[in-house]
């Protein structure tokens, strides 16, 4: 007698509980996944984080701008491998819909600074041509861009000329080995943005500096003599490490963090109490049934690996479609969410925790249920048919 016909029909017995159970594991499941790829874009970003790169802002205001000479005396600090100030400016590409961020920087030293971008023999063409630009795969693979083209950005920004759009010449599209939020970068001259542009206020400066040092053991001796270059400039600078903001970030994450656990957490009990429910009754609807399975020879194990085939086959299932269509929900949140979590995701390994909760889940689903059936009196349970 075969294990599945049995299962199968312990399922078709009460049709709309099936339903119902099954579906309970794969929302449980889905916000698993969307639970998981929001701790992926908290934590998941010190490991995209160079411990040997530093962000230098305005103290009083970051984010205000701040001379571009500012870089020379930056490079001169002991321990400075090198530096690059940068400015973005927001626009589109023909159609409003195609939003993108354009960072000017300083072509020579971009490479240094973020080695996880690989910009192969681009570097050099980049460096050829003062509107020359780089994209990020995933933002050329939505613009549908190729190397060679010429990029027309529409912005807000106006240039000297009185026009909006400014013109890039497509040399290159780097490598990176990344969450998508870090492959949609827009990466073109300082020079050409810092002659171009109309407005005064915007030349010579930069909305932040990012440096590169020689030794992640020195770097808060190098951001101290960094700050030290400018007590008595206007404006001041703060200068902290990459990695020590992004734990800044995620501390004041905390709560949220705290909270999404705790969610995860109720959600997964309730859903162990459902299909254990779910089992119990079912266990109880059959008594007699296993009592006829026993006097045709079914010893205990064979009943209880027939449960706990059952509690598998629910779970696992179930898991696996809630992945799936997590997956699914979390590719379309990506888009609006990358900006702040930049590595939001589901990741390989959070799949395979799915998997394995699902299978740990029918195993304690089934515990109670086994427990009737192996206890079961064959004699006694017959007579009560």
Avoid: C
């Amino acid at each position: 007698m075969k294990f599945f016909p049995l299962i199968w029909s312990a399922f078709t017995r009460r049709k709309a509980r099936t339903v119902f159970t099954f579906l309970s594991v794969v929302v449980a499941f889905v916000l698993f996944s969307v639970l998981a790829a929001v701790r992926q874009g908290m934590v998941g970003q010190l490991s995209m984080v160079n411990a040997q790169r530093l962000q230098v802002v305005a103290k009083a205001s970051p984010g205000s701008l701040m001379p571009v000479h500012y870089v020379s005396k930056i490079a001169r600090v002991p321990g400075v491998v090198a530096v690059s100030p940068m400015i973005g400016i927001g626009g589109h590409y023909r159609d409003p819909k195609n939003r993108l961020n354009v960072l000017f920087v300083n072509a020579r030293t971009i490479g240094k600074i973020f080695p996880g971008f690989k910009m192969g023999g681009h570097q050099s063409a980049l460096l050829k041509d003062q509107q020359a630009a780089i994209a990020g795969p995933v933002l050329a693979r939505r613009m549908g861009w190729h190397v060679g083209q010429t990029i027309p950005v529409q912005s807000s920004t106006p240039k000297k000329d009185g026009s909006t759009t400014w013109y890039f010449h497509l040399v290159g599209i780097y490598h990176a080995d990344l969450p998508k939020a870090y492959q949609s970068f827009f990466i073109a001259h300082y020079q050409y943005f810092n002659q171009a542009v109309a407005s005064q206020e915007f030349r010579n400066t930069a909305g932040q500096f990012f440096v590169r040092v020689n030794d992640a053991r020195h770097i808060s001796q190098i951001a101290t003599a960094i700050d030290a270059q400018f007590a008595n400039s206007s404006p001041q600078t703060y200068t902290q490490s990459v990695r020590m903001q992004v734990l800044s970030y995620l501390h004041a994450f905390g709560d949220v963090g705290a909270i999404v656990i705790g969610v995860g957490v109720a959600v997964f009990f309730t859903l162990l109490l459902i299909v254990t429910n779910t089992m119990g009754q079912s266990i109880r609807e059959r008594t007699a049934e296993f009592a006829v399975l026993k006097s045709f020879g079914f010893n205990r194990l064979r009943v209880a690996v027939l449960v706990l085939a059952e509690a598998l086959l629910l779970t696992i299932v179930g898991g696996i479609a809630g992945i799936g269509i997590g997956y699914v929900v979390v590719g379309l949140l990506t888009p609006s969410l990358s900006n702040a979590l930049q590595t939001f995701g589901l990741t390989s390994a959070a799949t395979a925790w799915g998997v394995a909760l699902a299978v740990i889940f029918g195993l304690l689903a089934s515990l109670f249920p086994v427990r009737q059936v192996t206890r079961l009196r064959t004699a006694a349970a017959l007579g009560k048919r």
